[in-house]
């Protein structure tokens, strides 16, 4: 018998790699270093107009927030392997909702908002369950619900109102609770003491004089904040992310494997309508009032969000960390287009640029992962 040590193969399902590749392949690559291309752009063009003042600074999140509520959803959607086409829809619908409840049918604003939401989780649902009983691709059926929502979403208020904007919300929400977690500020005491010691801009003449430019955090930006968090944690800190990954991945597989993949496909469609509601229910807080178009293009503008922020168009990768910074992205370039005074049509140019970018980044990474030459 022979002395010679044994030689063993190397097991091809264990490979390491070196933290270089690892960051290469990380989700978030093009969506950090867009924004860290973007911010560097805006710092030269426009670092002396006010974009990064406090002012300047709570314009573009705002921008950036309304854009990130939308991604979130969008994002685990879109890794969990769908596309929801009638999100900007759903935003114009589920607004019209609120203010003929609360305006129109004189229902308290807490009641309105409430009935909303379920009404526009509904029909989420009911997306999803189309999807995973009939077979379609969610590209159709929810390009269906598309014009379904935004139909009534006109029809509504011209048959009750016999207009298509219905003002008033405002009035019928004033102190009412649910009304001030979507369209309140928060923090106000800070960004006073910010304003009385220096750090941020005050009014120095009129009945406003000694208050802060920037009074406080909107509930905007505290939603997208909160959205984020909550997205990134489902997705890589819990059993059900590891299931949106695999039903996005191989459905297939995953269903021999146990995983409820219908079930995921429908509670994404869900919560992906919950964020767009979310968007609306801010939306009308915030103008008093909701109109027949509002929404329009935001289910494009979400996709690409979350293309930039590195997920792939196949579905099973990406990150709702880098579809926030695709959101970021959105909003310093829509901002800093008009603080560098550049014409504002160009800001669907640059979107453009970055998208192009953020897509052959992406088929470089898919292809390491998958071994694709």
């Excluded at 086409?85 to 589920?94: K, N, Q, T, Y």
Aim: aromatic share 12%; charged share 15%.
């Amino acid at each position: 018998m022979s002395d010679a040590p044994t030689q063993f193969a190397e097991d091809e399902r264990i490979k390491t790699r070196s933290k270089f590749r690892e960051a290469m392949i990380r989700p978030e690559l093009g969506g950090i270093i867009g924004t860290i291309t973007v911010f560097a752009m805006f710092l030269i063009f426009a670092g002396d107009s006010g974009m990064f003042n406090s002012q300047g600074v709570m314009n573009w999140s705002q921008i950036s927030a309304q854009f990130m509520i939308i991604a979130v959803g969008a994002c685990l959607l879109m890794i969990a392997g769908e596309f929801d086409l009638s999100v900007g829809s759903m935003i114009g619908f589920a607004g019209m909702l609120i203010a003929i409840f609360s305006v129109t049918l004189g229902w308290p604003v807490w009641l309105a908002i409430l009935v909303t939401f379920a009404i526009a989780t509904a029909i989420g649902a009911l997306n999803g369950f189309i999807v995973v009983r009939t077979g379609l691709p969610s590209f159709i059926v929810t390009l269906a619900f598309l014009f379904i929502l935004r139909g009534f979403a006109i029809y509504l208020p011209q048959t009750i109102e016999r207009k298509t904007i219905i003002g008033g919300v405002a009035d019928a929400a004033e102190g009412d609770w649910m009304a001030a977690l979507f369209g309140g500020k928060i923090l106000t005491g800070l960004f006073q003491w910010l304003g009385d010691n220096g750090w941020i801009a005050v009014f120095e003449r009129g009945t406003r004089k000694g208050q802060p430019v920037v009074e406080g955090l909107p509930m905007l930006i505290v939603w997208a904040i909160l959205l984020v968090i909550v997205g990134h944690v489902i997705l890589t800190k819990t059993r059900f992310g590891n299931w949106i990954f695999a039903a996005g991945g191989d459905a297939e597989a995953a269903r021999n494997s146990g995983v409820p993949v219908n079930r995921v496909k429908i509670l994404m469609f869900m919560f992906t309508a919950f964020c767009a509601t979310v968007f609306a229910t801010c939306q009308v807080m915030e103008f008093g009032g909701a109109g027949s178009d509002r929404g329009l293009l935001k289910e494009f503008e979400a996709i690409i969000a979350v293309v930039i922020g590195g997920a792939l168009l196949t579905g099973g990768y990406g990150s709702v960390l880098g579809a926030a910074l695709g959101a970021l992205i959105f909003g310093v370039v829509q901002q800093g287009l008009f603080f560098a005074g550049v014409e504002s049509s160009l800001f669907r140019v640059f979107l453009g640029l970055i998208l192009l970018f953020a897509v052959i980044l992406n088929t470089y990474i898919r292809r390491v992962i998958t071994g694709e030459r």
